[in-house]
């Protein structure tokens, strides 16, 4: 597959995916999930790769959210099928990987972008990196895994306090919470996640697998709490607060709710 908004570059057993919509701070729109969707198959089914890094081009943004435009006109059922069909087919992907994904992010991580780096297994963040879900700033909350993820590594209280003020953390405050492993300077970012990987694919990779996959069972039984995010998410697109918070968006101006 010939990709317009990915380049693909393989490091020895290390592949590298990374976002290239510069323009428009690398946000998710549907042909990148759907590239996104088909390069991570292709990698996972490699047998040459044992594992990944997935990040964004420039200094600016790993993925600074969603592309709202396309989402903007949505009713509540296609605000459902927006979500179960993003983390069908990207997000639980990358959960479940049996080969080591680590995301490398080099700039502001916000909504969808946060939760795509949420559902790798690792993260390095670049030291002025940004991160956060400004969902609620939209009449939204996340529907990418974020409420779950972010709560299944940071505690109730941080993930509520991130998620209901839409606030932005930096760097080095995402390192304190345990929202990312390591945080260094732009330069190293990528040899810092590459070396990483490095130490881990010098392991069996059948250990590997199991461990991926038994530290997941750990989570306990999620399937629910995705569930319940999808309906709400879905909920959302029905109410006033998300046609005032999209138009205040696409306006540039502050939302009045």
Request: proline share 3%.
């Amino acid at each position: 597959m010939t990709y317009q908004n990915l380049h693909i570059e393989d490091n020895g057993q290390i592949r590298r995916i990374t976002i290239d919509r510069e323009a428009k701070l690398n946000a998710l729109n549907k042909t990148t999930l759907a590239e996104l969707s088909d390069a991570v198959a292709s990698a996972l089914a490699s047998e040459m790769v044992r594992g990944i890094v997935l990040t964004g081009v420039g200094e600016k943004a790993f993925v600074a959210g969603a592309d709202i435009a396309e989402f903007a006109s949505f009713n509540a059922d296609q605000g459902r099928a927006l979500a179960r069909e993003g983390q069908a087919k990207v997000f639980d992907v990358l959960h479940h990987a049996t080969k080591p994904i680590v995301a490398a992010i080099n700039g502001f991580a916000l909504g969808g972008g946060l939760e795509l780096a949420l559902a790798c297994h690792i993260r390095v963040a670049a030291s002025h990196a940004k991160l956060g879900l400004p969902e609620v700033s939209l009449g939204l909350i996340p529907g990418y895994g974020g409420t779950q993820r972010l709560t299944q590594l940071i505690g109730r209280g941080r993930a509520l306090e991130m998620i209901l003020t839409g606030d932005m953390v930096t760097a080095a405050e995402a390192l304190e919470y345990g929202i990312v492993n390591h945080v260094v300077d732009l330069p190293e970012l990528l040899t810092k996640a590459e070396s990483i990987l490095n130490r881990i694919i010098v392991r069996s990779p059948n250990a590997v697998a199991a461990a991926i996959t038994t530290v997941n069972a750990a989570l306990g039984h999620t399937s629910k709490g995705y569930e319940i995010e999808i309906d709400e998410f879905g909920r959302c697109f029905g109410t006033p607060d998300f046609k005032e918070g999209v138009a205040a968006f696409l306006e540039k101006r502050k939302p009045n709710f």
